[in-house]
């Protein structure tokens, strides 16, 4: 849609041209081209009867570069009666090139002198300063005529043989029998002392044919009688004094031109454009002041106290805009209940991110906005996402993260079809996940609970290293004190048991979601599945299948004969071992690092009474027993293994 001020601008222009228009002179309609065949405009300002196009009276022939010519010679300038014509010296220029300036319509006038090379007959020529031309036709034309027998030059003038004539008589000329037409000086030029065959002149007259004046009204007639070529009738026309144009009745006529009435119709132009081009000034200056204003309210930003003091590197809004090319769908990477990611290329540095944008109707509000400033904005490790920065626009709020190529690990375990990745890849993606896990529990200067560890929330970098990402609902406490109680948060199927009862957040809330996170990667399986008549809960289907002896049938069937068995064994066990209901028998993170890096022997399940308790998962509030099963190497029949789900109070997403 065109913005308002374009749209101003436009109206404005449209009042503004036609007035302009009608106070300017009429446009000249040409009837001769003057743009050579070429493409190429005339060089010189020529008017009617003088064009190109086949339709002009006297059509004249063009250089590449839009030079006139008539025949070979370059048409220097034009008056209302004559033309001249550019005569360079040539030695061997053959003598009969003169029949070009012997035209339909023009002929060479009587005050002329041609200059000619190598005459069978002489004729007396009135040539003023004959000793310097001579000396120049010498120097000029001997050195190439060496082989010739007569260099003397000649000339012919009709002046000098006495006859009252308007043009060069063309039989008396060729009558001499030259063999070469050197050049010409004009009469104009006769009497100047320093006159050379540089450069001279041939002047034509020119006509137009016919026995009637067709001139405009304000033009005078000049007709002309008894012309060369057959002896007939032509005339001319020419703008009486105080009017400008060519006076012909098929060319432009004559129009208005004296200074009086030019200053008139300035002064009127003036008395009427003039008010309406400064209005029109103002206006575009108002509106681009209102454009301005607008503009800076569009990206204007908030800042707050906490920001000064905690927040990392804050990026302008018009930056973020630009980069996301104004948040338009195209870049889209992903939405969900905290809002949508977009793809980005910040102007400046080139560098490619993705932006936050945290939606209005969110249920992450300014308090979960700050945590994941506070925290991950000065969290540095490998295997974390991490948070270049962040914007705060009004009520819309902002992070920027690195880019992470590869997407989420969710993409790659459940989308159909599925981007596969190998065992190989996915060990590697655990041990780096339990690695930053680490970092936050016990490497940072606080203890960061995450509370929200799951396959969506790790990102694949280019090489499909896993970075744990997603800080919104994290929570910060100090070393050897104790996290406070908070409203139950997270994602079900990920939700320890001891967080629902109590609403407290510890690091063994989080190793119990990496363990929902450990059985979700090896089994390519959701960790609650819903079905048609049954729902399956993923901790309890793989401990069946432990506990029927038979752990490696929860595999995921996509990755075929490529795992590891002991790997795959090891990371099922440990698992269930993070998935234990009470805290108490689960691993630490150091603990967990150390069995997938192989530094600490994984002990049994049945020495950490797993067996004997069973497993309770977390589903949903209100759910009755549900009942999952593990195939047996027979393909029988499956064993029930009841689950009593607890109750949630999540604001969970």
Not at 272 to 289: A, E, H, W
Not at 499 to 504: D, F, L, Q, S, V
Request: hydrophobic share 35%.
């Amino acid at each position: 849609m065109m913005p308002r001020a374009a749209l101003s601008i436009l109206l404005l222009a449209g009042m503004i041209l036609p007035i302009v228009t009608a106070a300017a002179p009429e446009a000249i309609h040409l009837p001769c081209s003057r743009t050579c065949g070429t493409g190429m405009p005339a060089k010189q300002n020529l008017t009617y009867p003088f064009g190109f196009s086949p339709g002009c009276p006297i059509q004249l022939n063009c250089t590449e570069d839009g030079d006139a010519l008539i025949g070979d010679f370059l048409v220097q300038s034009m008056s209302p009666d004559t033309v001249a014509i550019a005569i360079k010296a040539k030695c061997d220029r053959p003598f009969g090139s003169i029949d070009h300036l012997y035209g339909r319509n023009y002929a060479p006038t009587a005050m002329n002198s041609v200059l000619l090379n190598n005459c069978a007959q002489t004729s007396p020529c009135d040539l003023p300063n004959t000793q310097v031309i001579q000396a120049q036709f010498q120097s000029l034309c001997e050195p190439s005529n060496k082989t010739h027998t007569n260099t003397s030059m000649s000339c012919y003038a009709e002046q000098a043989n006495n006859y009252s004539t308007m043009f060069l008589n063309h039989t008396r000329l060729f009558a001499l029998d030259c063999k070469h037409f050197l050049s010409s000086i004009s009469l104009v030029e006769q009497n100047n002392v320093s006159a050379s065959l540089g450069v001279q002149l041939l002047r034509l007259e020119w006509w137009v044919n016919g026995n009637e004046c067709e001139c405009s009204q304000d033009a005078d007639c000049v007709q002309l009688s008894g012309l060369p070529n057959g002896g007939g009738n032509g005339f001319r026309c020419k703008c009486r004094d105080g009017f400008l144009g060519d006076g012909f009745l098929a060319g432009t006529g004559c129009r208005t031109g004296s200074p009086k009435r030019k200053k008139e119709e300035t002064l009127k132009v003036l008395t009427i454009v003039l008010p309406l081009m400064v209005l029109f000034i103002v206006s575009i200056l108002i509106m681009g002041v209102v454009s301005v204003i607008r503009r800076k309210r569009k990206f204007s930003e908030v800042l707050e106290d906490w920001e000064r003091e905690y927040g990392p590197h804050r990026f302008k809004y018009k930056d973020l805009y630009i980069a996301t090319k104004g948040f338009r769908d195209q870049e889209l990477l992903g939405a969900g209940g905290f809002g949508r990611v977009y793809r980005g290329i910040l102007p400046t540095s080139n560098i490619e991110i993705a932006v936050k944008k945290v939606s209005h109707e969110s249920r992450q509000g300014m308090r979960e906005f700050v945590a994941e400033i506070i925290s991950i904005g000065r969290l540095r490790h490998r295997n974390l996402v991490s948070l270049l920065g962040y914007c705060r626009r009004k009520g819309e709020l902002l992070l920027v993260y690195d880019y992470m190529s590869n997407g989420s690990l969710d993409r790659y375990l459940y989308n159909q079809p599925r981007a596969t990745l190998n065992w190989m890849q996915r060990f590697r993606v655990i041990k780096g996940v339990a690695s930053g896990l680490l970092y936050l529990h016990e490497g940072w200067e606080q203890v960061v609970i995450h509370r929200d560890i799951k396959a969506s929330n790790i990102l694949l970098d280019a090489e499909f290293n896993g970075r744990l990402g997603d800080f919104g609902l994290a929570r910060l406490h100090d070393h050897g004190t104790d996290p406070q109680t908070t409203r139950v948060a997270g994602t079900v199927g990920y939700l320890a048991p001891e967080h629902t009862r109590t609403g407290k957040v510890t690091r063994s809330t989080d190793v119990f979601a990496f363990g929902a996170f450990l059985l979700e990667v090896a089994c390519g399986r959701r960790p609650i599945e819903h079905g048609d008549t049954e729902d399956v809960i993923l901790v309890d289907w793989v401990f069946s299948c432990w506990d029927r002896g038979d752990i490696l049938e929860a595999s995921d069937l996509t990755l075929g004969t490529e795992s590891v068995e002991e790997e795959m064994e090891l990371v099922l066990k440990l698992g269930l071992m993070c998935s234990h209901p009470d805290p108490l028998m689960r691993p630490t993170m150091r603990q967990v690092l150390q069995y997938l890096e192989g530094d600490l022997p994984m002990p049994e399940l049945l020495s950490s009474g797993i067996s004997s308790s069973r497993l309770t998962f977390v589903y949903s509030e209100g759910l009755d027993d549900l009942a999952v099963s593990c195939p047996s190497s027979k393909g029988k029949a499956f064993t029930d293994l009841s689950s009593v789900a607890e109750s949630l109070l999540s604001g969970g997403r």
